[in-house]
């Protein structure tokens, strides 16, 4: 349970661990771009992508979208399409959440990394900007450093500490171990039972968007709808288990200082789920790390001012990726 409370955000998204049948999608889903499967170690794993309209732009670095904890590849309904215009896009649900399989394996943020770093190799091939909103953004960091080239550069939309960043030591054990008890079918199958009511969704949305008209029918909906998949509620506790342990993620002050490319961080000033006082303390860890503040934006800034986040990515990639390789060609 402390676990949920430490991510209140965690309740909203639980429902989204499961697929939407082909019957069900919604009408905007659809237009999420080319969706497919793809099988990666035996597991089938979701994704989508989109072609640039002018031919001209095929050869730009591409762009990869990767989801928050609980979320999906469908988070990103206001960023794909107007993004996909100047050039390819792709955004994959990790494996264990959205419409990817709900696989019986042992979670973390390196399993999720691996799953990228394959994904690119067997897709794109070549260096690629990936954008990633908070568990996404963690996932992108360990990726671009554990395989550097397959990164031109980051962008992080809020970046997560680790849990023994988070606390101190001698406390991890005693709050695992109360943690643990509650990461029990018996618990999470009446909870999961709960959150996804389309009233209790709404309600927490609200909670966490600080812009309320950006809590739709379609993004209710989008939570409210998704099937049960088989295995699905034992993959939820394991999720939650995986959480409690200090392999779960290596830690975000490790990891910063070895990147070596160009890295924008984008944080709503009204975040209350990472807060953004630690967000402020990024830049000093690396140079190439610039971070723009959103004013009024919450935790869902990429939804709730989709057409400034859109534009941030577009103008810094203009200015430092694009830039950078001008200079590199001279």
Not at 10 to 29: A, D
Not at 204 to 209: A, D, F, R, T
Not at 298 to 304: P, V
Request: charged share 15%; net charge neutral; hydrophobic share 45%.
């Amino acid at each position: 349970m402390i676990a949920l409370i430490l991510y209140p955000s965690f309740f909203p998204l639980l429902s989204s661990f499961f697929p939407m049948p082909k019957r069900s999608l919604h009408p905007w889903h659809t237009q999420l771009g080319s969706q497919r499967d793809w099988i990666w170690r035996g597991w089938q794993i979701r994704y989508t992508h989109l072609r640039p309209i002018a031919p001209s732009e095929v050869d730009a670095a591409p762009l990869v979208f990767l989801h928050g904890f609980g979320a999906a590849l469908t988070q990103w309904r206001s960023n794909l399409i107007p993004l996909s215009q100047s050039r390819t896009v792709y955004a994959l649900d990790f494996l264990g959440f959205g419409a990817s399989e709900k696989a019986v394996t042992g979670y973390n943020v390196s399993l999720w990394a691996e799953q990228v770093y394959e994904f690119w190799q067997q897709f794109i091939g070549k260096p690629t900007i990936f954008v990633g909103h908070s568990l996404g953004a963690l996932v992108a960091l360990v990726a671009a450093v554990n395989h550097p080239g397959m990164a031109k550069g980051l962008v992080l939309i809020t970046l997560p500490s680790s849990r023994q960043e988070l606390l101190f030591q001698w406390l991890q054990p005693i709050v695992g171990g109360i943690e643990g008890l509650f990461a029990s079918p018996l618990i999470i199958n009446p909870l999961f039972r709960l959150i996804r009511q389309p009233s209790f969704i709404r309600s927490v949305l609200h909670k966490i968007y600080t812009e309320k008209t950006n809590v739709t029918d379609d993004l209710v909906t989008s939570f409210a709808l998704p099937a049960i998949d088989r295995g699905a509620a034992k993959v939820l506790v394991r999720l939650v288990k995986a959480r409690t342990r200090v392999d779960f993620s290596p830690d975000t002050r490790t990891l910063l200082p070895d990147l070596k490319m160009p890295v924008l961080v984008l944080w709503g000033d009204q975040d209350n789920i990472i807060p953004l006082t630690w967000g402020r303390q990024l830049p000093t860890l690396n140079p190439n790390l610039r971070l723009v503040e959103l004013p009024g934006a919450g935790h869902c800034s990429y939804d709730e001012c989709a057409d400034r986040v859109n534009d941030e990515i577009l103008t810094w990639i203009r200015a430092t990726i694009e830039t950078d390789t001008v200079e590199v060609l001279l």
